[in-house]
T-cell receptor, first 110, second 115 residues
Framework: DAKTTQPPSMDCAEGRAANLPCNHS???????VYWYRQIHSQGPQYIIH???NNETNEMASLIITEDRKSSTLILPHATLRDTAVYYC???????????FGKGTSLLVTP | GAGVSQSPRYKVAKRGQDVALRCDPI?????LFWYQQALGQGPEFLTY????????KSGLPSDRFFAERPEGSVSTLKIQRTQQEDSAVYLC?????????????FGPGTRLTVT
């Protein structure tokens, strides 16, 4: 599975959009981009995933660039409860295991 | 509906003791995964089941670690002769299928402390 690069930490003001970037320049055509988050002392929580097209659900939006080498997770109106570590994961056609890496620690401030 | 549940939530074991950690996946989920998360690190894959078959155990750190899922639902991760380096959170996840388009849902984890 392709490797991902994320900034180690980010801040966001409550009520503003949080835009979390992820680089996956070696991604191949059949690999999915997944986002999970982990709030302190809890198990990872699935957020969203996509292959080529942008995706939106009740939690977030996923924007994947046309060349698929990077993506952005958007939390449209961040709340204090969105403070967590966010993991961007690339998952291949035969890759059932999730490779979490180090993630981005997002701090939402009042 | 009910999510993935794990028990116990916390376990303290003396070095050398055996422990058993239980995972109840979401009903109907064929695939089940175990991960280990050391303090300050992301989760790391241990093993994977498709129904009752253990298809990949490449992440198990030693032969003291053993996992089973005899009836294709509940799974148990057993650690024999625990060592201090086994202290970690053990996470279980399940998914409808194993393919890359199927998301994995995680339980709350079992925090194991070996003293």
């Amino acid at each position: 599975d392709a490797k991902t690069t994320q900034p180690p930490s980010m801040d966001c003001a409550e009520g503003r959009a949080a835009n979390l970037p992820c680089n996956h320049s070696t991604i191949s055509g059949n690999e999915y981009v997944y986002w999970y988050r982990q709030i302190h002392s809890q198990g990872p929580q699935y957020i969203i995933h996509g292959l080529k097209n942008n995706e939106t659900n009740e939690m977030a939006s996923l924007i994947i660039t046309e060349d698929r080498k990077s993506s952005t997770l958007i939390l449209p109106h961040a709340t204090l409860r969105d403070t967590a570590v966010y993991y961007c994961i690339v998952r291949g056609a035969f890759g059932y295991a999730l490779n979490f890496g180090k993630g981005t620690s997002l701090l939402v401030t009042p | 509906g009910a999510g993935v549940s794990q028990s116990p939530r916390y376990k303290v074991a003396k070095r050398g003791q055996d422990v058993a950690l239980r995972c109840d996946p979401i009903s109907g989920h064929v695939s089940l995964f175990w991960y280990q998360q050391a303090l300050g690190q992301g989760p790391e894959f241990l093993t994977y089941f498709q129904n009752e078959a253990q298809l990949d155990k490449s992440g198990l750190p030693s032969d003291r670690f053993f996992a089973e899922r005899p009836e294709g639902s509940v799974s148990t991760l057993k650690i024999q002769r625990t060592q201090q380096e086994d202290s970690a959170v053990y996470l279980c996840a399940s998914s409808l299928e194993a393919g890359p388009s199927y998301e994995q849902y995680f339980g709350p984890g079992t925090r194991l402390t070996v003293t």
